[in-house]
DNA sequence: CAGAAATGCGAGCGATCTCTCGTGTTTGTC
DNA sequence: GACAAACACGAGAGATCGCTCGCATTTCTG
């Protein structure tokens, strides 16, 4: 009975590829490998990536080993291998799929602001508290992406990310500055990703009551910074 | 003939103590331990902290191996334990001395102001050009303090620096808001700090005149962050 | 039910890294 | 010159970690 305590997990199931990350090749019939019976697999993959996750999250990236997460996902070392290539893409796997749901309620929140007239200190008080939640939740997703000890490939997400992330705030700047030079506009979205950022770090290091006061600095920061770009618009 | 390649090394020849690290006893008679020849041994320490130095900037600190520091330093790994106790040691020693000099730039700048009743801005730009300066030239510096791979003993050092880095602060910010409590100036100055530290990382990721503007952009922030201070002195 | 494929285990291989040890060399002191 | 201590070397011991392999078990397909 290998089957040691088969957690119930109460994912959501979601049919997210988490292998062919090394070889990259196999375009030629499609998927080579039709991957049969994903009912336990998926269950594992998703337990895996909790602990991954938790593991990351308390060790960092390079002092997290494989072996640690297999026990804490109450799994052998082999059964980790049987799903992902190597340690490297459990991060990719575990960083993709929280950047997809951070995207989620990221849309969520800028898209109907971007198109509106909305004072600027909306803007930042609602990115702000929809970030701050999702980092709080999960802590690992600060590990991964601000984490200097990473290899190649999650860099390249992460810069992926923060480009992204650096664009959309330059696109919701630019109406506030028409006039100004684009590499202008680049470094203010540039200089306030980095306030959240330091923000960020500062409020998951507090608790409660100083958390939240930690916050409500944060967006006086970001106020106060973008002051010049108000009376424009 | 052992000493293959005898640099220069035209280091000012501090008298810095590198070893008695590890146990931290031998408190009974002093130093049990006269430790004569340090001629050729100083240099080597310098050699060995410079060689140090660049591994820790390039890889940071837990992918630089001792076997590639001797090797930068053109010595074997077994002269290079002959100086320090292990590789920790290493990492303490050079921040240790970079905290020294910073130390020295820092007061420099600091003790003249803090009396006098400076205006904010120039403070702020004063302090901004100082540190930026010296992490410019110390690279290893920024690594050592901001990098989260780091074991206990350096996090404890850089947990110091960063403490007595917000006192001071504190101390610059509190005339300035004389009946603000004080757990709001703290949180103040660690916002002050952290900002820096945000954009200390995009200085150092930009050259020449992009770099003189990310300087710019980083004095406006602080000092629109600081702006509410302004009025009351 | 039979065969195949997916899943699971855990000992251990190979690579890497920190640090040691035995030995040889240089330098200071008398 | 003679002795001792500091300095230097480099092979490798000891430990860790990523990852593999052979084999057992479960589950799906027909």
Same mark, same amino acid.
């Given at each position: 009975?290998?089957?040691k305590t088969e957690k119930p997990a109460p994912e959501t199931g979601e049919a997210t590829a988490a292998e062919a990350a090394t070889t990259g090749e196999a375009a030629t019939t499609g998927e080579d490998r039709p &991957?049969? &019976?994903q009912a336990r697999g998926e269950r594992r993959i998703a337990q895996l990536l909790e602990?991954?996750?938790?593991?990351f999250a308390t060790t960092g990236y390079t002092a997290?080993?494989?072996?640690?997460?297999?026990? =804490?996902a109450g799994v052998s070392p082999g059964t980790l291998y049987q799903f992902f290539p190597n340690k490297e893409a459990i991060a990719i796997e575990l960083g993709s799929r929280l950047m997809h749901e951070m995207r989620q309620s990221y849309d969520e929140v800028l898209t109907p602001i971007t198109s509106d007239t909305t004072p600027l200190e909306e803007v930042i008080a609602g990115t702000v508290d929809r970030f701050i939640e999702f980092n709080c939740r999960h802590p690992a997703f600060f590990v991964l992406m601000h984490g200097p000890d990473i290899p190649g490939r999650i860099a390249e997400?992460?810069?992926?990310?923060h480009a992204t992330l650096v664009a959309r705030v330059e696109t919701i700047l630019a109406p506030f500055a028409p006039d100004a030079p684009q590499a202008a506009v680049t470094r203010t979205a540039q200089m306030c990703v980095g306030i959240y950022k330091a923000g960020l770090e500062l409020i998951l290091a507090h608790e409660g009551d100083?958390? =939240?006061?930690y916050v409500q600095e944060l967006k006086g920061a970001l106020v106060r910074y973008l002051e010049p770009l108000m009376g424009t618009s």
């Open positions: 009975m290998p089957e &991957r049969r &019976r602990a991954a996750a938790r593991v997290a080993s494989t072996n640690a997460i297999a026990r =804490e997400e992460h810069d992926a990310l100083e958390r =939240e006061a």
